[in-house]
């Protein structure tokens, strides 16, 4: 019988627990553990939701209602979208850092490298001026209007150096239970012990685990739902915990408030019809335009480090992700971070699409890319030499392909378009069966349902964002705070 087994990659890590208490105080973990935890702050929630949905474990689900707003936008036709390569986008959002991470020791992203395509009739042509490549193989070219699907590679490989991809490896790191990275002392350890009411280390006991990448996604997954995922893994394999063992301080609502009051008067408002039942109060579902859910979508293509840090002050809903968030902040330069540009990558990742909704509520930009395309030189066509048209035709121009903007009219999806909205982001393109449907399914009669029209801003979006991380109730968020106006 023909050998099965593989030499995966494992990464060991030492966790020590009390085992009276049942559990886990800290992780000894190396530079490649703190790489892959670190990584998570430069991939967007559309690749979170991917990587995580991978898993089989469904006794809890990670990132609330994100997992239906990624399905939705699969379930969506392409007709109501501007263009094919505006939902390719959306389903493929990009990160930065790709090749950075992937010289991760494991590879919990299966994410593919980007495929780059260009007009072949326009680079034969030697167009060197307003050029484009697309990432999608369906794109249609600006200038001749053929198809953009010649593929052609481009390396962007990146070269770590030494020791770890964002941290060095000149020592090991301390991890809490809830996901607190801080280089190793005795020091701190002791501290840490003190803050938990340890004074007896015989209650101690070390564990050594070896994680492979399936493993380690399955304790991201955790991390993403719960606040003590070592705990978890440990001591509760079938009953998840919510309770977390050390809290490091979250951004305060004042930083956040002045954050609003800054950014608020140069954003638009979205309007939003929101039915609810009478009897109940309870919200039902919502319609609206494709404004609203453009903006749900572009949820998707956020890194979680500019969700944590740039729009939640580090202080979203998921305590484990704000405690990597602020590990990154406090940890030093040169020592342990191997460079400000790592830090500055971590905490302030690029958004890596370009081309986004012009409905979006937040305040972030994408980053510009070009593609370097070499391409034959066409003044050799007119010497009359040939030994010089010979000389001239080995010699290759460069051109400076921009990335196609593949929106109709700054828009992903087509304008006049009606949307039907679930409380969990379930969104489908809306029609009258559908909310007749909704209305049986939850024995809810016609004369006990009233509307409310609700404007949505930076604030309320933010409230939309938060809740979407960890609540199925998401737009009953944005209700609850208009109430209470």
Same mark, same amino acid.
Not at 7 to 36: G, L, M, P, Q, T
Not at 164 to 174: L, T
Not at 321 to 332: A, G, H, P
């Given at each position: 019988?023909?050998?099965?087994?593989?030499?995966?990659?494992? &990464?060991?890590?030492?966790?020590?627990?009390?085992? #009276?208490?049942?559990?886990?105080?800290?992780? /000894?973990?190396?530079?490649? @553990? #703190?790489?892959?935890?670190?990584?998570?702050?430069?991939?967007?929630?559309?690749?979170?939701?991917k990587?995580? !949905?991978?898993?089989?474990? $469904?006794? @809890? *689900?990670?990132?609330?209602?994100?997992?239906?707003?990624?399905?939705?936008?699969?379930?969506?036709?392409?007709?109501?979208?501007?263009?094919?390569?505006?939902k390719?986008?959306?389903?493929?959002?990009?990160?930065?850092?790709y090749?950075?991470?992937?010289n991760?020791?494991?590879?919990?992203d299966?994410?593919?490298p980007?495929k780059?395509?260009?007009?072949?009739?326009? =680079?034969?042509?030697?167009?060197?001026?307003?050029?484009?490549?697309? &990432?999608c193989?369906?794109?249609?070219?600006?200038?001749?209007?053929?198809?953009?699907?010649?593929?052609?590679?481009?390396?962007?490989?990146?070269?770590?150096?030494?020791g !770890?991809?964002?941290?060095?490896?000149?020592?090991?790191?301390? #991890?809490?239970?809830?996901?607190?990275?801080?280089?190793?002392?005795?020091?701190g350890?002791?501290?840490?012990?003190?803050?938990?009411?340890?004074?007896?280390?015989?209650?101690?006991?070390?564990?050594?685990?070896?994680?492979?990448? /399936?493993?380690? #996604?399955?304790?991201l997954?955790?991390?993403?739902?719960?606040?003590?995922?070592?705990?978890?893994?440990?001591?509760?394999k079938?009953?998840?915990? =919510?309770?977390?063992?050390?809290?490091?301080?979250?951004?305060?609502?004042?930083?956040?408030?002045?954050? &609003?009051?800054?950014?608020?008067?140069?954003?638009?408002?979205?309007?939003?019809?929101?039915s609810?039942?009478?009897?109940?109060?309870?919200?039902?579902?919502?319609?609206?335009? *494709?404004?609203?859910? *453009?903006?749900?979508?572009?949820?998707?293509?956020?890194?979680?480090?500019?969700?944590?840090?740039?729009l939640?002050?580090g202080?979203?809903?998921?305590?484990? %992700?704000?405690?990597?968030?602020?590990?990154?902040?406090? %940890?030093s330069?040169?020592?342990?971070?191997?460079?400000?540009?790592?830090?500055?990558?971590?905490?302030?990742?690029? @958004?890596?699409? /370009?081309?986004?909704?012009?409905?979006?509520?937040?305040?972030?930009?994408?980053?510009?890319?070009?593609?370097?395309?070499?391409?034959p030189?066409?003044?050799?066509?007119?010497?009359?030499?040939?030994?010089?048209?010979?000389?001239?035709?080995?010699?290759r121009? $460069?051109?400076?392909?921009?990335?196609?903007?593949?929106?109709?009219?700054?828009?992903?999806?087509?304008?006049?378009s009606?949307?039907?909205?679930?409380?969990?982001?379930?969104?489908?393109p809306?029609?009258?069966?559908?909310?007749?449907?909704?209305?049986?399914?939850?024995?809810?009669?016609?004369?006990?349902i *009233?509307?409310?029209?609700?404007?949505?801003?930076? /604030?309320?979006?933010?409230?939309?964002?938060?809740?979407?991380?960890?609540?199925?109730?998401?737009?009953?968020? &944005?209700?609850?705070?208009?109430?209470?106006?």
């Amino acid at each position: 019988m023909a050998d099965t087994t593989t030499n995966e990659a494992k &990464i060991s890590i030492k966790v020590f627990v009390d085992k #009276v208490k049942k559990r886990v105080v800290y992780v /000894e973990a190396d530079h490649s @553990f #703190v790489d892959i935890l670190f990584s998570l702050m430069t991939l967007p929630l559309g690749t979170i939701v991917k990587m995580l !949905g991978k898993h089989a474990d $469904t006794k @809890f *689900e990670a990132l609330g209602s994100l997992n239906n707003l990624y399905q939705s936008l699969k379930d969506i036709p392409e007709s109501y979208f501007a263009t094919e390569e505006c939902k390719f986008m959306l389903l493929n959002p990009r990160s930065l850092s790709y090749d950075h991470c992937k010289n991760l020791k494991l590879k919990i992203d299966s994410t593919k490298p980007v495929k780059y395509f260009i007009c072949e009739s326009c =680079r034969s042509k030697g167009y060197r001026t307003s050029c484009y490549y697309s &990432i999608c193989n369906k794109a249609i070219c600006k200038i001749c209007g053929g198809l953009m699907n010649t593929p052609h590679s481009f390396d962007s490989s990146i070269c770590v150096g030494d020791g !770890g991809v964002f941290v060095s490896d000149i020592g090991n790191f301390i #991890v809490t239970d809830d996901f607190y990275v801080m280089p190793y002392s005795v020091a701190g350890i002791f501290r840490l012990l003190t803050d938990l009411g340890i004074n007896d280390t015989s209650h101690l006991e070390e564990i050594k685990l070896d994680l492979d990448s /399936e493993q380690m #996604v399955f304790l991201l997954k955790i991390a993403l739902s719960l606040d003590s995922p070592f705990t978890r893994l440990i001591f509760h394999k079938n009953n998840p915990i =919510r309770t977390g063992l050390v809290v490091h301080g979250h951004g305060s609502t004042s930083d956040q408030s002045a954050f &609003i009051k800054k950014e608020k008067s140069t954003c638009s408002k979205i309007v939003l019809e929101v039915s609810l039942q009478k009897l109940t109060g309870k919200l039902l579902f919502a319609e609206a335009k *494709e404004d609203f859910a *453009e903006f749900l979508f572009g949820f998707l293509s956020i890194p979680l480090g500019t969700v944590v840090g740039t729009l939640m002050n580090g202080a979203s809903s998921i305590s484990c %992700m704000d405690n990597i968030f602020k590990s990154i902040s406090n %940890m030093s330069v040169g020592r342990h971070l191997k460079s400000q540009d790592i830090k500055d990558m971590l905490l302030e990742p690029h @958004f890596g699409q /370009e081309y986004s909704s012009k409905n979006k509520l937040f305040p972030i930009k994408g980053t510009r890319t070009s593609l370097e395309v070499s391409m034959p030189n066409t003044s050799a066509a007119n010497q009359k030499s040939q030994v010089l048209k010979d000389m001239l035709l080995k010699k290759r121009c $460069t051109a400076y392909y921009q990335l196609k903007d593949p929106r109709l009219n700054k828009q992903l999806l087509l304008q006049s378009s009606m949307f039907f909205v679930t409380n969990d982001l379930v969104i489908s393109p809306s029609s009258s069966q559908l909310a007749m449907n909704t209305l049986n399914k939850l024995k809810v009669k016609l004369d006990d349902i *009233e509307k409310y029209e609700i404007s949505i801003g930076l /604030e309320e979006g933010l409230r939309l964002l938060k809740a979407a991380l960890r609540s199925r109730s998401t737009l009953t968020s &944005i209700l609850e705070h208009h109430l209470k106006k």
